[in-house]
């Protein structure tokens, strides 16, 4: 395959961006689009010149470090897909494809297609997490889950923190996000005991980082490739509500 590549380049933080074209040729189709921009990298070395910086680590849909807006659509428009699980089949062969980093006043650029997603850290460290007490392992038994519990709670844990419904929002909104995190602990018996305080803090960090709010478009839902549902944010919008009403959250 030959393409062109419009792709989003920046020094740094503070310079301003712009798009460079660059052509490349013999991309076989089954490479994923991370192996074609390490072609594209491994080309621009050669030529002494500076290659594209990106975000990759697990390259299996899992670790949700792979953010890139590919052709207007984060992660690139295949459902249920990370960039580093999309291949070049997709694409046609002479195809201009443009490649730019995730887009929102909480995810700063900070060099070509790598943005600064710290906020996300954050809102977990707000209250993404359950405090145990240390000790021996508890009985796995002594503590009944109901299966639709667990299930709705194994949904909600596979996100895997991409940002991607950031970037498609046009409010910047990471709503869909947060209300993963909120209901993957807090539909569990361990979460439970601190779900309210939990909320607030998460929905209270998150607001302070810069995101906007959310207003059903939908579009979050549609790019995130763990297909997260919608229906979490009315869930965390019920659990915000409910513990705004008892008051701090205890
Ligand atoms: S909800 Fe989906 S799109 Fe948003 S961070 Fe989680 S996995 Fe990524
Ligand atoms: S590199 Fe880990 S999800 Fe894409």
Same mark, same amino acid.
């Given at each position: 395959?030959?393409?062109?590549? %419009?792709?989003?380049?920046? %020094?740094?933080?503070?310079?301003?961006?712009?798009? +460079?074209?660059?052509?490349?040729?013999? !991309? !076989?189709? @089954?490479?994923?689009?991370?192996?074609?921009?390490?072609?594209?990298?491994? +080309?621009?070395? *050669?030529?002494?010149?500076?290659? !594209?910086?990106?975000?990759?680590?697990?390259?299996?849909?899992?670790?949700?470090?792979?953010?890139?807006?590919?052709?207007? #659509?984060?992660?690139?428009? $295949?459902?249920?897909?990370?960039?580093?699980?999309?291949?070049?089949?997709?694409?046609?062969?002479?195809?201009?494809?443009?490649?730019?980093?995730?887009?929102? %006043?909480?995810? &700063?650029?900070?060099?070509?297609?790598?943005?600064?997603?710290?906020?996300? @850290?954050?809102?977990?460290?707000?209250?993404?997490? #359950? /405090?145990?007490?240390?000790?021996?392992?508890? @009985?796995?038994? /002594?503590?009944?889950?109901?299966?639709?519990?667990?299930?709705?709670?194994? @949904?909600?844990? $596979?996100? #895997?923190?991409?940002? *991607?419904?950031?970037?498609?929002?046009?409010?910047?909104?990471?709503?869909?996000?947060?209300?993963?995190?909120?209901?993957?602990?807090?539909?569990?018996?361990?979460?439970? &005991?601190?779900?309210?305080?939990?909320?607030?803090?998460?929905?209270?960090?998150?607001?302070?980082?810069?995101?906007?709010?959310?207003?059903?478009?939908?579009?979050?839902?549609?790019?995130? &490739?763990?297909?997260?549902?919608?229906?979490? !944010?009315?869930?965390?919008?019920? +659990?915000?509500?409910? *513990?705004?009403?008892?008051?701090?959250?205890?």
């Amino acid at each position: 395959m030959n393409l062109t590549l %419009k792709v989003w380049r920046q %020094k740094n933080a503070t310079s301003p961006g712009r798009f +460079e074209t660059y052509e490349t040729k013999d !991309i !076989i189709p @089954d490479m994923s689009f991370l192996e074609m921009l390490d072609v594209v990298n491994e +080309e621009l070395i *050669a030529r002494g010149e500076e290659p !594209i910086a990106f975000d990759s680590d697990c390259r299996e849909g899992i670790c949700g470090t792979c953010s890139l807006v590919i052709n207007g #659509i984060p992660h690139g428009g $295949q459902k249920g897909t990370t960039v580093c699980q999309l291949h070049m089949r997709h694409f046609e062969d002479g195809a201009t494809i443009t490649i730019e980093p995730w887009r929102a %006043k909480a995810f &700063p650029v900070m060099k070509d297609l790598v943005v600064d997603r710290s906020a996300f @850290d954050r809102i977990i460290q707000a209250g993404g997490f #359950i /405090s145990v007490n240390t000790g021996g392992t508890p @009985d796995a038994n /002594s503590l009944p889950v109901a299966k639709t519990d667990s299930e709705l709670a194994m @949904d909600a844990a $596979q996100c #895997i923190g991409c940002g *991607a419904c950031v970037a498609v929002c046009k409010n910047a909104s990471a709503m869909l996000f947060v209300a993963a995190k909120v209901s993957h602990l807090g539909i569990l018996p361990q979460g439970k &005991p601190e779900k309210a305080r939990h909320v607030l803090d998460m929905v209270k960090t998150m607001d302070e980082a810069g995101f906007g709010n959310c207003t059903v478009t939908g579009s979050c839902e549609a790019v995130c &490739p763990k297909e997260i549902s919608l229906a979490f !944010i009315a869930r965390m919008n019920r +659990e915000f509500g409910a *513990a705004i009403l008892r008051g701090n959250g205890d």
